[in-house]
């Protein structure tokens, strides 16, 4: 089982950068795929990134593709998602989660195995 716990959220300017951390525990963390999700206010989950096992292959939503950036550490069991030029339709809960496999679309439709607790976004305008 793998426990995951997200950090770094706050609140941060239109415009600005933000850097979201994601602890997992257990000592297999290499054999799961890690997505970024997120929940506005009122609105349904969306999928925001996605990277492989050995972070060598990214996806990223069409709405954030350019401005955020997903990597990871294996050897820290730690996976980050750095957001640049935020917006503030973008405040959510940040969530990180994670799947054995890597296929897209099912990643896209938020059917991962295990989930972060999330941390809170907010930009302000």
């Known amino acids: 089982q793998v426990q995951l716990v997200e950090s770094g959220g706050g609140l941060v300017q239109a415009g600005g950068s933000l850097r979201l951390s994601c602890a997992a525990s257990?000592?297999?963390?290499?054999?799961?795929?890690m997505g970024w999700f997120r929940q506005a206010p009122g609105k349904e989950r969306e999928f925001v990134g996605a990277?492989?096992?050995?972070?060598?292959?990214?996806y990223y939503a069409d709405s954030v593709k350019g401005r955020f950036t997903i990597s990871r550490d294996n050897a820290k069991n730690m996976v980050y998602l750095e957001m640049n030029s935020l917006k503030p339709e973008e405040t959510a809960v940040y969530y990180c989660?994670?799947?054995?496999?890597?296929?897209?679309?099912?990643?896209?439709?938020?059917?991962?195995?295990?989930w972060g607790k999330g941390t809170l976004v907010s930009v302000s305008s």
């Open positions: 989660a994670a799947d054995r496999t890597f296929i897209i679309p099912t990643i896209k439709k938020g059917l991962m195995d295990y």
């Open positions: 257990g000592r297999t963390f290499s054999s799961y795929v």
């Open positions: 990277i492989s096992w050995s972070g060598d292959t990214t």
